[in-house]
């Protein structure tokens, strides 16, 4: 069975900085997609970022590019994702996912169908 277990959300005051875990168990991040959703107050879920099983393609939000960077160690089987020059309107519940194997259109990676398993989610609240 494979679980995801996100770590590292917090406060954090506009402009600072965080950076959230997500390791798998189960079976290993290498051959996978890898991606970050978030769902704000009254909001629907959201894509963040996303990471192709090679890591050699990486997508972002247009609202979170050039502040957040997706990363991954297949070492410890865990995905990163650095969020720096934090917003209010960045207050959400992180939630990570991973996908299938092999080669996708990158438009799939958008929807939240395309991803197989999700975790629990962490919480980041930025202050003003």
């Known amino acids: 069975q494979v679980q995801l277990v996100e770590s590292g959300g917090g406060l954090v005051q506009a402009g600072g900085s965080l950076r959230l875990s997500c390791e798998a168990s189960?079976?290993?991040?290498?051959?996978?997609?890898m991606g970050w959703f978030r769902q704000g107050p009254g909001q629907v879920r959201e894509f963040v970022a996303a990471?192709?099983?090679?890591?050699?393609?990486?997508l972002y939000a247009g609202s979170v590019e050039g502040r957040f960077t997706i990363s991954r160690d297949n070492a410890k089987n865990t995905v990163y994702l650095q969020s720096n020059s934090l917003k209010p309107e960045d207050t959400a519940v992180y939630y990570c996912?991973?996908?299938?194997?092999?080669?996708?259109?990158?438009?799939?990676?958008?929807?939240?169908?395309?991803?197989?398993?999700w975790g629990q989610g962490t919480q980041v609240t930025v202050s003003s």
């Open positions: 996912a991973t996908g299938p194997s092999g080669y996708y259109n990158l438009s799939n990676y958008y929807r939240e169908s395309f991803w197989d398993y």
């Open positions: 189960g079976r290993a991040v290498s051959p996978y997609a």
């Open positions: 990471i192709r099983w090679n890591a050699g393609i990486t």
